[in-house]
């Protein structure tokens, strides 16, 4: 299978990704929700509980959308797809050892470890719109390191960013979908 008949049935079933960027801008906002109206601990752990549900229901999407949420066994592209989730679990890690002592790095490093997945699904879905995402959420962890804004703050800025792109992204894969598999 060459890389972009792997990148289109990766597209196809699974709305591009739009699906997972969806539900995962949903968990981010959540988690900045959860920041502005309880605590800073209560947010982490809306964070790190819902961020484990991001792919099962990124998969109910993909159904809603009548996409299969499974690519074909022999696409060399699938692991790919879990070996860049191991970013996310250090990431999660670095945070929560970090969360201890600089509270308000929470958001602004998991912007950074998510954006940086987020340039690896350019060569999963073959999408450079993934790379725009990815350094859209890199700037932003940066400036979060740096500036002074409330803690929610970035929770929210990273959330906000998720939702615009998963939208521009499955509205891509709707209408490219329409043209037919390969």
Do not use: C
């Not at 049935?9 to 995962?24: E, F, I, K, P, Q």
């Not at 340039?119 to 993934?130: A, V």
């Not at 932003?140 to 929610?152: C, M, T, W």
Request: charged share 10%.
């Amino acid at each position: 299978m060459d890389i972009e008949v792997a990148q289109k049935n990766m597209r196809d079933a699974y709305l591009g990704g739009g699906s997972g960027v969806l539900v995962s801008g949903l968990v981010w906002m959540t988690a900045g929700t959860f920041a502005i109206y309880g605590s800073k601990q209560m947010s982490f752990l809306v964070f790190f509980i819902a961020g484990m549900f991001i792919h099962p229901l990124g998969l109910l999407v993909d159904k809603l959308f009548k996409r299969s949420g499974k690519h074909l066994k022999e696409n060399p592209l699938g692991p790919l797809a879990m070996e860049s989730t191991v970013i996310l679990f250090i990431g999660l890690f670095l945070v929560y050892a970090l969360f201890q002592t600089f509270p308000n790095w929470l958001f602004p490093v998991m912007l950074l470890m998510i954006g940086v997945r987020y340039l690896i699904f350019q060569t999963i879905f073959g999408m450079k719109i993934y790379w725009i995402l990815g350094i859209s959420l890199i700037i932003a962890g940066g400036i979060g390191l740096v500036s002074n804004l409330p803690f929610y703050s970035f929770g929210m800025i990273g959330g906000l960013i998720e939702l615009i792109f998963s939208i521009l992204i499955i509205q891509k894969n709707k209408k490219d979908f329409k043209l037919g598999p390969v």
